[in-house]
Structures are given as C-alpha cells and as structure tokens.
Antibody, heavy 123, light 107 residues
C-alpha cells in the first residue's frame, strides 16, 4: 500500500525558508507513471496547489508562488522536497504531499495523499 | 488562472436525502479535467470523482459526477452518516486550481 509522509519543522520564523520532505513508501518515486505534488491548506480555508515534480526533476509551479518555490527529488531516498522562501504569516497552513497517476491521462488528479503537516510561521 | 466557484457554501440535509453540489469554472475545461474530493476534519482530501464522471477506486456508487464545459455537479444519491464532510472540486489542467468547498452538514 502506497504511503506518503511529510516531515519538517512545525514552526518557521517570518522571512525564513520553509523546508519539507515527503517520504514515499510502498512504491517507487522513480516510476514513469507518476508525478508528485505539494498542496497546502491554511487553517479553516480551502486547498491551494503549490507545485509538481517528475522523477526526472522536471517541475512546474503555481504562478502565484513560483518565485519563492523550489521542489526537488531524491530518487535514492524515495523522497521529494519543498522549499518556500521569504515566508510570512500567510504561509501558515497544513502542507500535503500527494501523487498523481498519469496512466489515467497526462493530466490527472491527486489520488494518494499524505496525512499533512501543520507549519506555522511566527516569530 | 481558472477560477472554480462552488455552490452552495453549506448544504444542510438529513441522512437518506439527496445532495447536489455545483462547481462552475471561469472557462471551459479541456477534456473534462474535473475532480471531486471529500475532506473530513483532520484528514487529507480523498479523491471521489475524476474526469467529471468516473468514480475513483473504492468509491460507492451513491456518488456520481456529471457535467462538461464550465458546469459540473456532484450528486450523493442517499446521504450516509459518513458522507457529512466538505467537498472540493478541482480542475487538473496545466495549472491546477480548487474550488472553495461546499460543507454538507447534518440538518
């Protein structure tokens, strides 16, 4: 059974960089059939797509966040990571990692999600 | 950016009743790249419907999706106690976006 698990600091200071890692188990991140993404949800609010990466390192990001977002992949560890720079209180959210299966089509929804991790931006 | 507008914001219904949720896109969606998710408190979203009308693996047949172009609907034919949750639509084209959600609450 595929599992995704987010990890990283739960508290980040304003202007610093938020760093999270998603560890994939029960499947290979190097499969050509999947893309891997980050989505966030501010407390009590809706979902926002952050960005997506392929095992080759190819990425694409939400235009509203693009200049602050870096997504990378480490196939040797079966992990992918998110860095969000210059954070403010508006970046406080539950951050989810997720998978999308391109076997159903090049564009596809997220079918497996991690449990999410709350990151609070505060001094 | 494609904006998705969900209505109503909250739907108050009783178990056994039919729920009809709407999602309207600001522009026509290519190949019906529209999905619906269910989210319960403290949990990650769960994929229900993709391609506007295809049920994801393990989703009961009381959940159905329809629509094309800019107007899409999620129908729950008979609400079970476990169906009371927040539902989000998502367009999953080149720059995915989500609707703001519809809460289905117990009347």
């Amino acid at each position: 059974q595929l599992q995704l698990q987010e990890s990283g600091p739960g508290l980040v200071k304003p202007s610093e960089t938020l760093s999270l890692t998603c560890t994939v188990s029960g499947g290979s991140i190097s499969s050509s059939s999947y893309y891997w993404g980050w989505i966030r949800q501010p407390p009590g609010k809706g979902l926002e797509w952050i960005g997506t990466i392929y095992y080759s390192g190819s990425t694409y990001h939400n235009p509203s966040l693009k200049s602050r977002v870096t997504i990378s992949v480490d196939t040797s560890k079966n992990q992918f990571s998110l860095k969000l720079s210059s954070v403010t209180a508006a970046d406080t959210a539950v951050y989810y990692c997720a998978r999308r299966d391109i076997l159903t089509g090049y564009y596809s929804p997220f079918d497996y999600w991690g449990q999410g991790t709350l990151v609070t931006v505060s001094s | 950016e494609i904006v998705l507008t969900q209505s109503p914001g909250t739907l108050s219904l009783s178990p056994g009743e039919r729920a009809t949720l709407s999602c309207r896109a600001s522009q026509s969606l290519s190949s019906s790249y529209l999905a619906w998710y269910q989210q319960k408190p403290g949990q990650a979203p769960r994929l229900l419907i993709y391609g506007a009308s295809s049920r994801a693996t393990g989703i009961p047949d009381r959940f159905s999706g329809s629509g094309s172009g800019t107007d899409f609907t999620l129908t729950i034919s008979r609400l079970e106690p476990e169906d009371f949750a927040v539902y989000y639509c998502q367009q999953y084209g080149s720059s995915p976006t989500f609707g703001q959600g519809t809460k289905v609450e117990i009347k």
